[in-house]
């Protein structure tokens, strides 16, 4: 049995702890320099605690705080009456602002003078003609929609887009500017040599004599007349279309002459479009 003043044994063995003392670091908040990892080591050179008046810290440690900034301040002008801030526009003006063309051919149109209808007007009726003598591939689900009337330099124009509308999809797949025409103008079609060429029963191609023009055009007429043959042999004419992309067609129909691209109308197109008309309605009505 052990009394209160017995030793416990362990003391019996003075090699183990008997000559240890408390590290002098401890409780003083940062150990020694060679007992820290070698990652926390300070770099040579740095400040001991003892000569900066603080323990050391890595670089950019102790940054100073950074300043917050106030809500920004709209600018103030001047006026008659003094600094004043900037009007904030109502709602009318908010909602009639001009933000650019946002809707592309209409709103060139507009720009321009033109007047704009969805294809259902009375005068829109002879559209629907137009789509059915096309010389592309329409059906039934195929219509007039977007269109656009107006005046381009002499020419009066409608320009509208064909659009194909079957179940709950409506997709503007062609698009056709068209000039109308006085008097009688023969029946005949105007396409490049590449394209696939549809209902053309009774129509006769009509040579032009030049051979670059021929390889890349086709002309086709019911009958060969002087309206014909002056649309073959005008310089502008074929000017005009050897130096395009070979990619609109043209024909008569319902008291027009027109123009058919696949693709949407844009201001460029329209223009593009109306320059080609102009020059084949002066060759066809040269003599009216």
């Known amino acids: 049995m052990t009394r209160p003043g017995d030793r416990d044994g362990f003391d019996d063995r003075p090699d183990e702890?008997?000559?240890?003392?408390?590290?002098?670091?401890?409780?003083?908040?940062?150990?020694?320099?060679?007992?820290?990892?070698?990652?926390?080591?300070?770099?040579?050179?740095?400040d001991r605690a003892g000569d900066a008046g603080g323990p050391w810290q890595p670089p950019g440690w102790d940054l100073p705080p950074a300043q917050q900034q106030g809500p920004s301040q709209q600018p103030v002008r001047g006026g008659l009456f003094g600094r004043r801030r900037p009007r904030t526009p109502g709602e009318v003006e908010r909602v009639f602002a001009y933000q650019g063309d946002t809707v592309g051919a209409q709103g060139w149109a507009v720009q321009n003078g033109w007047t704009i209808s969805d294809g259902s007007a009375p005068e829109d009726a002879v559209l629907a003609e137009l789509v059915a003598t096309a010389p592309v591939r329409a059906t039934r689900d195929h219509r007039p929609a977007g269109v656009m009337r107006g005046r381009y330099g002499t020419l009066e124009l409608v320009a509208f887009d064909v659009l194909y509308a079957s179940g709950r999809y409506a997709v503007?797949?062609?698009?056709?500017?068209?000039?109308?025409?006085?008097?009688?103008?023969?029946?005949?079609?105007?396409?490049?040599?590449?394209?696939?060429?549809?209902?053309?029963?009774?129509?006769?191609?009509?040579?032009?004599?030049?051979?670059?023009?021929?390889g890349r055009w086709v002309l086709l007429a019911a009958e060969d007349g002087p309206?014909?043959?002056?649309?073959?042999?005008?310089?502008?004419?074929?000017?005009?279309?050897?130096?395009?992309?070979?990619?609109?067609?043209?024909?008569?129909?319902?008291?027009?002459?027109?123009?058919?691209?696949?693709?949407?109308?844009?201001?460029?197109?329209?223009?593009?479009?109306?320059?080609?008309?102009?020059?084949?309605?002066a060759a066809l009505t040269v003599s009216w």
């Open 17 to 46: 702890g008997s000559g240890w003392r408390e590290p002098a670091h401890l409780g003083e908040g940062q150990p020694p320099e060679q007992d820290r990892p070698r990652n926390e080591q300070p770099p040579a050179g740095a």
């Open 227 to 281: 309206a014909v043959q002056r649309l073959a042999q005008d310089p502008t004419v074929r000017g005009l279309l050897l130096g395009s992309d070979d990619g609109d067609e043209f024909w008569t129909a319902a008291g027009f002459t027109a123009a058919i691209r696949p693709d949407g109308h844009r201001p460029e197109l329209i223009e593009h479009h109306a320059r080609l008309l102009g020059a084949i309605v």
């Open 172 to 214: 503007p797949e062609y698009a056709i500017t068209a000039a109308p025409v006085l008097g009688t103008v023969p029946a005949l079609r105007l396409s490049p040599a590449r394209f696939w060429k549809h209902r053309t029963g009774g129509l006769v191609q009509i040579p032009s004599g030049d051979p670059e023009f021929d």
